[in-house]
């Protein structure tokens, strides 16, 4: 993907081309706009590749978990929709507890999911070592079943919205670096790339882990954290099948499921490396990125009991990015504070690949009809969590990290909400 020139105007620019900005420009140049898509690297080359791919539509609130729900809809019709490839599987999740206030926990997002209309109840035991059959279950108290959860191939998410933008009429723009963004009595006019000057009242910075850097070129602050997150696959091994049901176990914070017939883990340390990209060279990519497997072989010792197969075992990929935490848990989306025609969508959490589909329609549809279709104040990109003081800021993302499938109220306080 290529694209051949960079137009003098654009009704939209989009910043980055990774699941949120490739989602948004699709969406977009589907609802008419001339849209141009930018990015200083290749297309989807940056932490959407990287992805392990898992959907995870039970969430901690209501308004994340209809907005994983539709993206699993959206998942599900991605081909129709966009006239491009995806392999997805849908073996639904396991989520395991073997402590007893996450048995609890459970039992609550079961209520709360049904509420919501999703497919969702407790699993026996026995149930759930057929569901995922490498499963030991002797110390485990309570698993959740979620009947849709899917997984995929991430990278096929952003490049399949950027080519469809592409169809549609959009500029796609790699190695194109945003180095300015132009104001007009502060609102947004343009921005100046490495290939020459784009005019255009509405700019998107979907920029990931460089999402503050490109807010800052406005003069907007977004208070967000990128934080170094790995995956690794073993070699192939005897049974495993792609049918077999992806797995969480809460206290551990360990994710599981089948990979190019091995098995993929990742998961959530206490103490993840943190990074501020304003402190790294221009060219920086996540290639780049330090990597370090003996984080997630401490994450499998940890759930050792429930997942013997990954003593000792070899691995055939290791791979890893910088998703950005915020410091409440939730998305970051709508317009930018006190610069208008400025957008954001970031705030990753690990999870906006598999919900870009939904946020880049939502954001695109705010766009386009100047309202959001719902109530997303909570992830309005000017609250208390996108505010705090640095040093606060940075720790109130470790606990949101290092705590990823815990409850709100079963996590240790922190200043955010
Ligand atoms: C190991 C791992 C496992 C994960 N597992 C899951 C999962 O199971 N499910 C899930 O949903 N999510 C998962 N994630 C998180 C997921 O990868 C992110 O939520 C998602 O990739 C965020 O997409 P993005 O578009 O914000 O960022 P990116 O894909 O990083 O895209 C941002 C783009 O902006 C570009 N850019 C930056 N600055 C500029 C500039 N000045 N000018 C032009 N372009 C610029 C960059 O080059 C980059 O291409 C995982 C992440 C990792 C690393």
């Known amino acids: 993907m290529n694209g051949a020139f960079v137009p003098a105007r654009a009704d939209a620019v989009v910043i980055g081309s990774g699941g949120l900005g490739a989602a948004t420009a699709f969406y977009l140049a589907r609802a008419g706009l001339h849209v141009a898509l930018l990015d200083k690297a290749a297309v989807a080359s940056q932490s959407s590749p ?31 929709d966009t006239g491009e490839p995806l392999v997805f599987h849908q073996p639904g999740s396991l989520k395991v507890a073997r402590r007893e206030e996450h048995a609890e926990q459970l039992l609550e997002e079961v209520a709360r999911g049904r509420r919501l209309g999703l497919d969702v109840a407790m699993a026996p035991l026995d149930e759930a070592q057929r569901l995922m059959p490498f499963l030991r279950t002797e110390d485990v108290r309570a698993v959740m079943h979620m009947r849709t959860d899917v997984y995929l191939e991430p990278r096929q998410i952003p490049e399949g919205y950027a080519r469809a933008a592409a169809r549609l009429g959009a500029a796609v723009l790699p190695y194109t670096p945003v180095q300015e963004i132009i104001t007009d009595g502060g609102a947004v006019a343009g921005v100046r790339t490495s290939r020459g000057v784009i005019l255009a009242g509405t700019v998107v910075d979907a920029a990931g882990g460089w999402l503050r850097q490109v807010a800052a070129l406005a003069g907007a602050k977004v208070g967000l954290v990128p934080t170094r997150h790995q995956l690794m696959v073993t070699v192939p091994l005897p049974g495993v099948r792609p049918d077999q049901a992806i797995t969480r176990i809460i206290d551990a914070n360990v994710y599981i499921r089948p990979e190019k017939g091995g098995l993929m883990l990742g998961g959530y340390e206490p103490d993840p490396v943190q990074m501020d990209l304003a402190g790294t060279p221009a060219d920086f990519e996540i290639k780049d990125l330090e990597l370090d497997l003996e984080v997630l072989r401490r994450l499998a010792r940890s759930v050792e009991a429930q997942f013997p197969v990954f003593r000792d075992v070899a691995v055939q990929e290791h791979r890893g990015g910088l998703p950005t935490m915020t410091a409440d848990g939730e998305h970051v989306l709508g317009p930018a504070p006190d610069v208008p025609g400025l957008w954001i969508i970031g705030g990753c959490c690990v999870g906006g690949l598999t919900t870009a589909p939904a946020l880049g329609a939502l954001l695109a549809g ?6 959001a279709s719902m109530d997303l104040a909570s992830m309005a990109p000017k609250r208390k ?18 705590h990823h499938y815990w409850s709100p109220a079963s996590m240790p306080a922190n200043g955010a909400n």
């Open 385 to 402: 969590a996108t505010t705090l003081p640095e040093r606060e800021l940075t720790e109130c993302c470790r606990l949101q990290y290092a």
């Open 366 to 371: 705010w766009i386009v009809n100047g309202q």
């Open 50 to 80: 990287r992805a392990a791919g898992l959907s995870g539509t039970l969430r901690t609130d209501d308004l994340m978990t209809q907005i994983a729900a539709d993206a699993v809809r959206r998942i599900e019709t991605f081909e129709a």
